[in-house]
């Protein structure tokens, strides 16, 4: 299996611009998990998905941030309008009940 | 209170010296345990799953004490290469749920 698989590697936007971020978890994953780290707060759970159902959104910062789960390979976050504090690595991850989740390889993102 | 807290470091320490690292968390309910490293501008990667008997993988010792909520990591002989950030990772599932918090993390420096 290829891992988890994030696009884009790399983000730079204007302030107010629409981001999308994309994740492809690894296959047979029920759990599917986004979080954002910074230095000053680490990593932080936005939002995770068990069988592409949305489970707990409380860490999602605002309405501004919105994520879907269409199917069990794919899912999307969304920020509309950003802003410069919206600048963070943005990692998915996926796991299977019980065991510990496997991260891709991030999205950095930076609003300007 | 923070769930799972971490000593941040650094930890500078020469190659060839023993090092662990402890870590607190407050959910009591908390059922599974993990160790992740970080290189820096990496993901996190799964390092060993911490069970209550203690368990060991090479150089590696994790170890989890539910009565007092902590859980540790050593590392013997440590090498240059063991340079990273070690996060410490609670799981609590239940009703559906299965949350991962991760701590800030602890960095170490492996010393020539």
């Known amino acids: 299996d290829a891992g988890v698989i994030q696009s884009p590697r790399h983000e730079v936007t204007e302030m107010g611009q629409e981001v999308t971020l994309r994740c492809k978890p690894i296959s047979g994953h029920d759990y599917l998990f986004w979080y954002r780290q910074t230095m000053m707060r680490g990593l932080e759970l936005l939002i995770y998905?068990?069988?592409?159902?949305?489970?707990?959104d409380s860490g999602m910062p605002e309405d501004r941030f919105s994520a879907k789960m269409p199917n069990a390979s794919f899912s999307t976050l969304k920020i509309q309008p950003s802003e410069p504090r919206d600048s963070a690595v943005y990692f998915c991850a996926s796991s299977d009940y019980w065991g510990g989740a496997f991260f891709g390889q991030g999205t950095r993102l930076t609003v300007v | 209170r923070k769930e799972v807290e971490q000593d941040p470091g650094p930890f500078n320490v020469p190659e060839g010296a023993t090092v662990a690292f402890n870590c607190t968390y407050s959910?009591?309910?908390?059922?599974?345990f993990f160790w992740y490293r970080q290189d820096c501008r990496k993901e996190p990667k799964l390092l060993m799953s911490?069970?209550?008997s203690g368990n060991e993988d090479g150089r590696f010792t994790a170890q989890l004490n539910r009565a007092s909520q902590y859980i540790s990591l050593l590392i013997r002989d440590s090498k240059l290469s063991d340079s990273a950030t070690y996060l410490c990772?609670?799981?609590?599932?239940?009703?559906?749920?299965?949350?991962?918090?991760f701590g800030k993390g602890t960095k170490l420096s492996v010393i020539p």
């Open positions: 959910n009591s309910a908390s059922q599974s």
């Open positions: 911490v069970y209550s």
């Open positions: 990772t609670c799981a609590y599932s239940g009703a559906g749920s299965y949350q991962l918090t």
């Open positions: 998905f068990n069988n592409n159902v949305p489970i707990d």
